[in-house]
């Protein structure tokens, strides 16, 4: 039986050279290249770099996906 378990991984912080950088909400530090879904199920990147003090507040880079940010631009500019 193959279950999937969600929650909640990150707040965006701010962009910097075409990545997104999060601080880390959940307890579990992510590995890298781990995909990061939305609600919905629609992956929006893999976790690049993890930097930060593992004791304190964690925060990683997500390097998005283009085609989410296509869908994306394209909504906003609608």
Same mark, same amino acid.
Do not use: R
């Given at each position: +039986?193959? @279950? $999937? +378990?969600?929650?909640?991984? *990150?707040?965006?912080?701010?962009? @910097?050279?075409?990545?997104?950088?999060?601080?880390?909400?959940?307890? %579990?530090?992510?590995?890298?290249?781990?995909?990061?879904? $939305?609600?919905? +199920?629609?992956?929006?990147? %893999? !976790?690049?770099?993890?930097?930060?003090?593992?004791?304190? *507040?964690? *925060?990683? *880079?997500?390097? !998005?996906?283009?085609?989410?940010?296509?869908?994306? $631009?394209?909504? !906003?500019? +609608?």
């Amino acid at each position: +039986m193959f @279950c $999937l +378990m969600f929650a909640e991984v *990150s707040t965006f912080i701010h962009a @910097c050279e075409g990545d997104a950088v999060t601080k880390l909400t959940n307890e %579990k530090i992510p590995f890298f290249n781990a995909p990061i879904y $939305l609600q919905n +199920m629609t992956q929006i990147g %893999k !976790v690049d770099e993890i930097f930060g003090p593992i004791n304190e *507040s964690v *925060s990683f *880079s997500l390097l !998005v996906d283009f085609i989410f940010l296509y869908v994306l $631009l394209k909504w !906003v500019l +609608m």
